[in-house]
């Protein structure tokens, strides 16, 4: 299915047609079946990062969940039109960042539950990567490791770096450019960051949003 969307995509085939492939792609990669819950009726391939918001990334692999129709209305509450790319990303409260942070959290958690860590499987673009960091204010010196998936996950999982520096600026510490945040912790000795006088910061704040919480299968209660 992957080399069919490839090839279609390179052809220049329809926009539908190419979705469908990727659709069809998305659900077969995830075991046809509801990533978030497990189950297995009326799915969906959902967007992480809404295709009318950043139409490069719509047929990109590392861009797609399987979500049942229950798990699929926590994305679309609220604000879901279309959204003014004037303004910062999330204003209008259409992108979500959190819930779709979580998204990537779980896909990278379900790769390593089914051993499937194929780095197409879940595929980001080094551009897309490019553009994550910039969107969160961090330097090109900051890397991330593992496949695309997992930096994507955690360049989303960072403070924004200009909130970052302003919190930790304020309690006199400075951040090397190269910095990444990696705990799960909101305070904490740190013997990496110094304050201005040079002495290790002791206190630390750190943005942290785990992986969306699997859950029992929704289809189990419905009538």
């Not at 797609?64 to 229950?70: A, K, M």
């Not at 496949?147 to 996950?153: C, D, F, L, M, P």
Request: aromatic share 12%; proline share 4%.
């Amino acid at each position: 299915m992957y080399s069919r969307l490839v090839k279609a995509i390179e052809k220049q085939r329809s926009n539908s047609y190419c979705l469908s492939l990727w659709s069809m792609f998305i659900r077969e990669r995830d075991g046809h079946r509801c990533i978030i819950c497990n189950s297995k009726k009326k799915l969906s391939a959902h967007h992480i990062i809404r295709k009318s918001f950043w139409k490069h990334l719509k047929f990109q692999t590392g861009n797609g969940i399987t979500l049942c129709h229950v798990c699929h209305k926590d994305p679309h509450t609220g604000f879901n039109g279309r959204p003014d790319l004037s303004q910062p990303m999330d204003a209008q409260g259409g992108e979500k960042i959190d819930l779709f942070t979580g998204y990537l959290g779980a896909l990278v958690i379900d790769s390593y539950r089914r051993n499937q860590l194929e780095e197409y499987l879940y595929h980001f673009s080094d551009g897309a990567l490019d553009a994550f960091k910039k969107i969160q204010g961090i330097p090109e010196a900051a890397t991330f490791e593992g496949r695309q998936i997992e930096k994507a996950y955690q360049i989303w999982n960072q403070t924004p770096r200009g909130m970052f520096e302003a919190i930790l600026n304020s309690v006199g510490v400075t951040i090397p450019e190269d910095y990444v945040q990696n705990e799960e912790v909101t305070m904490y000795y740190s013997d990496t960051l110094k304050k201005k006088d040079g002495s290790p910061a002791d206190v630390m704040y750190f943005r942290y949003i785990p992986p969306t919480e699997f859950k029992e299968n929704p289809d189990d209660t419905l009538e």
